[in-house]
């Protein structure tokens, strides 16, 4: 009996492990596998068969230490979930040489078969399944393996297919290792490329075809003659995997769990119930697709009545001399501040008299100081001044005395009040991190005539380095909102759209879910907010993810739809006068299983927000995907405004790891974590309510601008 002491992959790197093995003397107990060795053993108690992997040489051991980090990556990634048909690491010892890997891994490589006639018959369809199944187990964390092939496909009689081999792995858009060419290599392979999961689906399908055929195509064959071979008697499923595969008149190849999902969903029924599932499902999506044509066209009518009752968007003026004064914050000591009378609070809704109400000043340390104290000698004194000038408001007994920046209504147009809603731990705060760091660092805000500055710059940059900065550099886990009796609002924009010469200012509420169901005067906020950024978490819709899920309405939306019926509609309208964007984060959960309804909007490029006319196909895409998949509760209050949009949206990319010190924070992987699409909900937001013109906002909105 041997014993191997190494340590676990993922999370639980440095805890040692210790195993009790068996060695296996039969034929095919040792295998030379350059650069490395393997041993079988059996794993005590129960003698499941495993393999021990020896390192021969440097570059063995880089390669090694490289699987086992890969394989540590995935482990996190899919927890309980990891795949069977990935061959799983164990254990890793490098402590002494050579280094060794304990595999859960069985059976032989295909490229020992003379033929693959071991796998014909009924099990090879699900023999293919289990392929592209692992290929999909890898691309969820965006990992693509570059080499498939029989190499490293291991086949055991009775645990069926794995996939080995992630010595060579890299990550998306990395260069592909250099190597030479093989069969199995997609068209156009060359070292160096960046890497895509194309490339892994259409090497699984070559091998998938070799699996059936014994052939294999000449290399660098094109799709027409794929097709061609295709059509010479071929079973039906191979033909249909393959076309759909290496698609004619594309470049481009479905996800791998797109292609599971057709090999599920063209099987044999194995149970009464498996098709008449999917038939459902269809019908629901139908269905769902029907309800949001149908809610689009009750919006354009509702819109007419909506002007018709005196509503209607803010007409788009050259400003004013005052308006420019202010926001250039260009106001001289020789001539008087602009009379502005009351303006509401966004906190408390109090009326503040603004030519009256107390005025304070910021100071270094975060101290306010009366304005009266501090006069100035020249306009470029007055100016700074002025960026550091806060209005004070009393509050009320349930919402604490609260500050307000000067020039909050100095811009001559309607501030906005964005609302983000959703209960606690649905990724608010990281959602708004992320768009805030994008809108400021992105050029995508300068591509459609926006320009973005701080509404009040101390606490901006306050928010940039307590909340920002530790997400976006230091890639740590938010902690969530606290639920306290001081309300502000998280930061704030000036926002000034080139194409009608406006700014406004722009403030976003993040604050707790808990807050957010409460009916008393601390939130009160919530009656009067002009925007609604409604925030879904996959999770706690059951069945969307493997993280289980809850069923019924989000509270959090019910109530902030509940307050806004009731303090803003209008009972002769449909609609209540307020956008909502509505967003599904961390849809990178979602990827590869098999939604076809957002399946393309998941793999889309990163400058996804640089075509914003897609928009209005997105939220039918995403609205079909709720709809019919357990998420229709989310849909009531998008469906009761009068604009609104969806979309999916990632602000990290990834989940968060613990680190081996319990007590920090726990962080985002650096090679996943990545914002993706998180501006465009934003966009349609500052469309909707007349922030943004021009050619973008007509294409984002086509039938639903201003003038409709």
């Known amino acids: 009996m041997a014993e191997f002491r190494g340590r676990r992959p ?20 040792r295998l030379e596998l350059p650069p490395f060795r393997v041993r079988r053993y059996r794993r005590l108690p129960g003698r499941h068969p495993v393999m021990v992997q020896e390192a021969v040489g440097p570059e063995a051991e880089r390669r090694m230490r490289r699987h086992f980090d890969l394989f540590g990556s995935l482990a996190d990634f899919h927890g309980p979930h990891l795949p069977r048909q990935l061959a799983h690491v164990l254990a890793y010892d490098d402590s002494r040489r ?14 020992r078969f003379e033929t693959p006639d071991v796998l014909h018959g009924p099990r090879l369809r699900g023999v293919v399944q289990d392929l592209f199944e692992a290929v999909a187990g890898l691309h969820e964390p965006r990992l693509v393996h570059g080499r498939i092939s029989p190499e490293h496909l291991w086949w055991d009689e009775a ?5 080995a081999g992630l010595d060579g792995a890299v990550y998306a858009t990395e260069p592909l290792p250099d190597r ?19 490339q892994d689906v259409l090497s699984a399908a070559l091998v998938a075809f070799w699996m059936a055929t014994g052939e294999t195509l000449p290399r660098g064959s094109s799709r027409e003659h794929l097709h061609a071979v295709l059509d010479q008697g071929h079973e039906e499923w191979l033909q249909e995997l393959l076309r759909a595969a290496f698609p004619l008149g594309s470049a481009v190849s479905p996800p791998a769990r797109e292609l599971v999902r057709r090999l599920v969903d063209g099987a044999a029924p194995n149970g009464l119930f498996e098709r008449p599932l999917a038939e459902q499902a269809k019908r629901r999506e139908t269905l769902a697709r029907e309800e949001f044509r149908a809610l689009r066209a009750r919006q354009r009518t509702g819109a007419g009545s909506l002007r018709a009752g005196g509503y209607a968007p803010p007409a788009v003026r050259p400003p004013g001399w005052w308006r420019r004064m202010g926001r250039r914050l260009r106001i001289v000591t020789d001539r008087p501040l602009p009379a502005l009378g009351p303006v509401e609070c966004p906190m408390c809704l109090r009326a503040l008299n603004w030519d009256t109400a107390e005025r304070v000043v910021l100071d270094a340390s975060g101290g306010m100081l009366p304005e009266a104290d501090l006069p100035t000698h020249s306009a470029a004194e007055r100016d700074a001044q002025l960026a550091r000038t806060y209005v004070v408001c009393p509050g009320n007994d349930d919402v604490p005395q609260h500050e307000l920046p000067y020039r909050y209504p100095l811009f001559g147009t309607e501030p906005v009040r964005i609302g983000l809603v959703g209960a606690s731990s649905t990724g608010k705060s990281h959602l708004l991190a992320a768009m805030i760091d994008q809108a400021r660092k992105s050029t995508v805000m300068a591509r459609y005539g926006l320009r973005v500055e701080a509404l009040d710059p101390q606490r901006y940059h306050l928010y940039l380095n307590e909340v920002v900065a530790p997400f976006i550099d230091g890639r740590q886990e938010l902690v969530a909102t606290a639920d306290r009796p001081e309300l502000r609002y998280s930061t704030g924009l000036v926002v000034t759209d080139e194409h009608s010469g406006r700014s406004h200012s722009v403030v976003f509420f993040d604050v707790a879910g808990g807050r957010l169901e409460r009916p008393g005067r601390e939130s009160d906020f919530l009656n009067r907010l002009s925007a609604l950024l409604c925030v879904v978490d996959p999770t706690r819709i059951h069945g969307l993810t493997s993280q289980g899920g809850t069923t019924g309405r989000d509270p959090a939306f019910e109530h902030v739809r509940q307050r806004l019926r009731q303090q803003q509609a209008n009972p002769a309208l449909p609609f209540l006068p307020v956008p909502c964007a509505l967003v599904v984060t961390k849809s990178d959960l979602l990827r590869f299983r098999g939604y076809r309804e957002i399946d393309g909007w998941l793999h889309e490029k990163p400058d996804a927000e640089a075509d914003l006319s897609t928009v209005e196909r997105e939220s039918e895409d995403v609205y079909a995907f709720l709809g019919a998949r357990g998420g229709g509760d989310w849909l009531q209050l998008a469906g009761e405004c009068q604009g609104s949009t969806l979309h999916l949206a990632s602000a990290t990319g990834t989940g968060p790891r613990a680190q081996a010190d319990q007590a920090a924070a726990r962080r985002f992987d650096e090679a996943l974590f990545r914002q993706h699409r998180v501006l465009r909900p934003l966009l349609a937001l ?6 943004m013109t021009g050619p973008a906002a007509d294409a984002l909105l086509p039938g639903r601008g201003p003038g409709t």
Not at 159 to 163: I, M, S, T, W, Y
Request: hydrophobic residues 35%; glycine residues 16%; contains cysteine.
């Open 10 to 29: 993922g999370s639980g790197d440095g805890e040692e492990a210790v195993f009790s093995l068996e060695e296996d003397t039969g034929e095919q107990g």
């Open 98 to 111: 050579p280094h060794r890997m304990l595999l859960d891994c069985r059976g032989v490589p295909l490229s």
């Open 686 to 691: 500052l469309a909707m309510k007349g922030v």
């Open 159 to 163: 645990e069926g297919l794995q996939l």
């Open 180 to 198: 030479p060419a093989t069969a199995w290599d997609a068209p156009g392979f060359r070292p160096g490329l960046p890497a895509s999961a194309d």
